[in-house]
Nanobody, 124 residues
Framework: QVQLVESGGGLVQSGESLRLSCAAS????????MGWYRQAPGKQRELVAA????????NYAATVKGRFTISRDNVKSTGYLQIDSLKPEDTAVYYC?????????????????WGQGTQVTVSS
């Protein structure tokens, strides 16, 4: 199973931007769809964005559409999440995961293994 490591989080002010990275341990990453998730304190982990293996399809949660942009570089085996116009409600730990089918990403319970995530904290 490909290992994924998230990075790029931090403490920012409302309205600022961040770019998160998801680095894969294997080049097989290019054959997988990828998703970004977030989990706020006391809340369930939710899928915020997903991208197919060759970037032809991207999906976003309604709460982030227009502010989040998912992308990937298969040569670098890395996925990205550009987050603009950050809001305090975006505060959460952000995780990535990957699967053969983009539909598998819809349900986080399909995954037994998760990385350590990267913390995003937005102050008002």
């Amino acid at each position: 199973q490909v290992q994924l490591v998230e990075s790029g989080g931090g403490l920012v002010q409302s309205g600022e931007s961040l770019r998160l990275s998801c680095a894969a341990s294997e080049s097989t990453f290019e054959f997988l769809a990828m998703g970004w998730y977030r989990q706020a304190p006391g809340k369930q982990r939710e899928l915020v964005a997903a991208i197919s293996r060759e970037s032809e399809t991207t999906n976003y949660a309604a709460t982030v559409k227009g502010r989040f942009t998912i992308s990937r570089d298969n040569v670098k085996s890395t996925g990205y999440l550009q987050i603009d116009s950050l809001k305090p409600e975006d505060t959460a730990v952000y995780y990535c995961n990957a699967a053969l089918l983009i539909s598998t990403l819809d349900d986080s319970s399909n995954f037994r293994s998760w990385g350590q995530g990267t913390q995003v904290t937005v102050s008002s």
